[in-house]
């Protein structure tokens, strides 16, 4: 609802992001499209000819690739389903009365500042290493032998460090969420005689919708490029153990210089994450839009 | 009405929350600690929490065997520099869309997230390309660019559900009363969006300077800020805890403390105004 | 001055019809109010006559020239919305001089204007406060003031009372009229109210699915109105319809009977009901009648009515007051109040 004039400056107004965006976007994904068909590898110069689907062909029926794939579905579905249980859990606990609530925030809220490079670097040496670490420290003062994390459990450790990343943005979103709770239908349910576990699978959970999906579509966003806690601690390795599909375009492009098979591994990526994309675009314009 | 019984339950709860936080605080509390440490200490099988020796000579040896403050520096630029380009660019688009509806807005914006779906290794090589022809590789314009480019969906997000919420009367009004487009967002719209724009600018700063795909990819030396100058960390140097301690504290204190100023303003922008 | 002309004035939002053609004549120095239930179009026209929204087809005139494409600001008028619109981080007396700066008045002379608008509005004490920490009551006159200053050719409120409470709304529904006493200025209100309507308006357009189905002084539409529609819209509580069956050579689909029309009889009436709810308001007694075959009517009986819920009453009405309407629910003059035969 407006005139004609506001209407035309709104276009205009919006020219900027939208070639941006669009620039940004659409430019490099045609060269990518464009290399992917190519043989092309800038460590042998060449007229670069074209090969067809061969580097698709490559890189799907690729070992790594179906273990990449995997990987970063579980390392996805791993850190969304700790995030979102703790941060339930935690969204809970918090919006309860207790003494010094301000500061219980804002360590929980702490990792959420971490780089992700410091994260993965403190985990890594810190806890994790099985000689110094603390937590080997920890299995040897019960008379355990340590676990060597990064080599037994290399994708498990990393779903753990970035779990520990995203745990307070989850929580965070969800307390303020329960605080919007109307206080009168949780009084009114108590009327009615319902005990706590039905006021939080009726009530706070409903309640709760609108947060759960937004921490889900905006945590997948992030989580599907998951690349520098991989780079610092497992190079993903051992073998392909613990590389996501990001981490293998990535060794692919830049360590083997191999910019067609890169190039086709991104677009398959791309055509992934669309998958993804468009559950959640269903998700959030049902429950997003008011 | 405190009875005792609820005063139980409330020192219960108090233990658990503090139990449980300060478990999710610790690695951070730990490495602060490390730092003050020698590396003897830091490796100790049986590590102290306070009774050790505290020394400043992580920081000093930091300080002195690689260029911190030029990281640090970089991240300042990079972070606070996309976040302002990002601001001046998407106010307009999300003024376009809060005030100005049309039947392709809701399209408009989901096209603009999904924009941020788009997995970077998707447009790395060319970008990487790109930047290495025409000498962007290893420069701070080179990521302020990709920078404001990257977190321009999330931005203009925000900023559109901060206006949303502002009567299109009060700009109509404004209107009304004579003033044209630039007073109008100028000297109404801005001031009264104010803190949603504060807060915009602090996540996309934050965003910015923990960003380690790109950070990582595009810079080498010259340009890298404290996401890359700590990779460098990442072996064998590693080892050496409390060293690397003291970097990762330097890295991370200055965005920490940003972030538990304005925690309250974060949250909303954060969900994409889903959670008031 | 502040003549207003709509000719032939359309507005369609994709293929919705929210105005149909439609003419009006606003007079200079008139106090108009359009009236109607949502979604009748009667903000939507405003809005229009504002240059807030374009019009789609046909003309706004405002002081006999043609105004249709002109942006807001140089229209010449003022507009108080329903949410009053003040801009919440300017004081008092920064919200008053915002159109005067825009119309880069000097400084001085926006001073003067200010204290004459505060006086007159008993807004001099809050001059220094920001919206926020007014009443509901002094925002609104905030606004006004913002309003007044630009000395305006014509004033445009949008339901401004709508928000404020019921005791307040009738003081300010003074103040308003008052303001427009003294000023002499053309007023167009728009409202959903139509006590507001009928206790302000000069004239009063009546405005139902984006037509107006009749335009005329409070008294007319009261006395006179065309329709079933703007019959049952004017007068409060709502007139009674009655259906009866057509009997040859007369045209008479339905009655109306206002409550206040109503007479309760001894002996046998018009109507036989049982009365339901009684409403005691004092100085008037509102009786909800089950009459068998018609549905309940109201009536407006005295303060000291001694009714109870249960009794059985007889109705009547006065024969010139009933108003008899057609199948098209159109009026009947000459069967009608008003009417050749009444007269």
């Known amino acids: 609802m407006a005139t004609t004039q506001s209407r035309t400056l709104a276009k205009i107004m919006l020219f900027p992001s939208v070639s941006l965006l669009l620039a940004w976007m659409i430019v490099p994904l045609c060269m990518t499209l464009y290399f992917s068909f190519l043989d092309y590898n800038l460590l042998m110069p060449g007229d670069n000819e074209f090969i067809g689907f061969l580097n698709y062909e490559f890189f799907l029926t690729d070992p790594a690739f179906v273990e990449s794939f995997f990987n970063t579905l579980l390392l996805v579905g791993g850190v969304l389903l700790i995030t979102l249980c703790g941060g339930v859990g935690l969204a809970i606990l918090l919006d309860e009365a207790i003494w010094g609530r301000n500061y219980v925030r804002m360590m929980v809220l702490a990792p959420f500042f971490v780089m992700p490079t410091v994260s993965a670097l403190v985990w890594k040496n810190m806890f994790m290493n099985p000689v110094n670490g603390l937590f080997a420290h920890f299995a040897q003062w019960l008379g355990v032998t340590p676990v060597d994390f990064f080599a037994e459990l290399p994708l498990l450790s990393i779903i753990v460090i970035v779990s520990w990343q995203w745990l307070p943005f989850a929580a965070l979103i969800l307390l303020t969420a329960i605080q919007s709770l109307d206080r009168e239908q949780l009084e009114a349910a108590d009327l009615d005689g319902a005990g706590p576990f039905s006021k939080f699978f009726y009530i706070v959970l409903p309640h709760l919708s609108r947060a759960v999906t937004a921490v889900i579509l905006i945590e997948t966003i992030f989580l599907l490029s998951v690349f520098a806690e991989i780079l610092v601690t497992t190079s993903g390795g051992p073998g392909y153990a613990s590389t996501n599909i990001t981490y293998l375009i990535y060794t692919q492009s830049l360590l083997q210089f191999d910019v067609g098979g890169g190039s086709a591994g991104g677009i398959v990526a791309v055509i992934i994450a669309n998958i993804v994309a468009i559950f959640l675009m269903r998700l959030i314009g049902k429950n997003l839009e008011n | ?276 | 001055m502040g003549s207003i002309t709509l000719k032939q004035v359309t507005k369609s939002f994709d293929d919705v019809n929210v105005i149909k053609p439609l003419d009006l004549d606003i007079r200079d120095g008139e106090f108009i109010v359009f009236v109607g239930p949502s979604g009748c179009g009667k903000s939507t026209l405003l809005r229009m006559i504002a240059g807030l929204e374009d019009t789609t087809s046909g003309t706004i005139e405002i002081d006999g020239k043609e105004a249709t494409s002109v942006p807001p600001a140089k229209r010449g008028l003022a507009m108080v919305f329903q949410s009053y619109a003040l801009y919440p981080h300017m004081s008092v007396r920064n919200n008053i001089a915002f159109p005067l700066k825009q119309a880069k008045v000097a400084p001085a002379v926006i001073k003067e204007k200010i204290e004459k608008a505060a006086t007159m509005l008993n807004l001099t004490d809050y001059l220094d406060r920001k919206p926020g920490q007014l009443s509901g009551g002094q925002r609104q006159r905030v606004a006004i003031g913002r309003a007044i200053v630009r000395q305006p050719s014509a004033f445009l409120f949008d339901e401004p009372l709508l928000n404020l409470d019921a005791s307040l709304r009738v003081n300010m529904r003074l103040e308003i009229s008052q303001l427009h006493k003294s000023l002499d200025t053309t007023m167009i209100y728009v409202t959903h109210d139509q006590v507001e309507a009928m206790t302000m308006a000069d004239r009063i357009a009546v405005f139902n699915g984006g037509i107006i189905e009749q335009v005329g002084t409070p008294l007319e539409l009261y006395r006179k109105p065309v329709n079933r529609f703007v019959a049952g819209f004017i007068g409060s509580p709502k007139m009674n319809f009655i259906d009866v069956a057509p009997k040859p050579g007369d045209a008479t689909h339905s009655l109306g009977v206002r409550p206040e029309h109503f007479k309760i009889t001894t002996e046998q009436g018009l109507w036989q009901g049982q009365v339901g709810v009684v409403e005691h308001l004092g100085s008037e007694t509102f009786l909800h009648v089950h009459v068998d075959h018609i549905g309940t009517l109201t009536v407006k009986a005295d303060g000291d009515c001694q009714a109870v819920y249960g009794d059985q009453i007889n109705l009547t009405a006065e024969q010139a007051k009933i108003m008899h309407f057609d199948k098209q629910g159109m009026t009947i003059p000459a069967l009608s109040w008003g009417g050749e035969s009444a007269a």
Do not use: C
Not at chain 2, 12 to 37: C, D, E, R
Not at chain 2, 103 to 132: A, N, Q
Not at chain 2, 150 to 166: A, K, Q, S
């Open chain 2, 1 to 276: 009405m405190a009875t005792n019984s609820s005063n139980k339950t409330k020192v219960i709860y108090t233990l658990v929350a503090w139990t449980i936080s300060g478990m999710i605080f610790f690695p951070i509390l730990w490495t602060i600690i490390t730092s003050f440490k020698t590396e003897a200490e830091a490796i100790s099988a049986s590590p102290s929490l306070f009774m050790f020796e505290w020394t400043l000579e992580n920081y000093t040896q930091v300080l002195a065997r690689s260029p911190y403050f030029d990281h640090f520096l970089n991240s300042v630029i990079i972070s606070l520099g996309a976040s302002i380009a990002g601001l001046l660019v998407a106010i307009p688009a999300a003024w376009s869309m809060a005030f100005v509806q049309t039947k392709r807005t809701k399209g408009l914006l989901m096209w603009m997230l999904s924009t941020k779906m788009l997995p970077p290794v998707g447009v790395l090589i060319p970008i990487y390309l790109l930047f290495r022809d025409v000498g962007l590789l290893d420069t701070r314009l080179g990521l302020v660019i990709v920078m404001t480019l990257i977190n321009l969906p999330i931005m203009v997000w925000m900023l559109y559900t901060y206006f949303r919420e502002i009567p299109h009367e009060i700009l109509e009004a404004a209107r009304m009363d004579g003033a044209g487009i630039k007073e109008e967002i100028l000297t109404v719209l801005l001031p009264i969006a104010l803190p949603g724009i504060a807060s915009t600018l602090l996540l996309n700063v934050i965003l910015a300077w923990n960003e380690a795909f790109w950070t990582l990819i595009l810079t080498a030396a010259h340009a890298a800020p404290l996401t890359a100058f700590i990779a460098s960390y990442s072996s064998p140097e590693g080892l050496f805890y409390a060293k690397l301690s003291a970097a990762s504290v330097m890295a991370v204190v200055p965005i920490l403390i940003l972030g538990w100023f304005s925690q309250k303003q974060l949250v909303r922008g954060l969900s994409f105004g889903a959670v008031k």
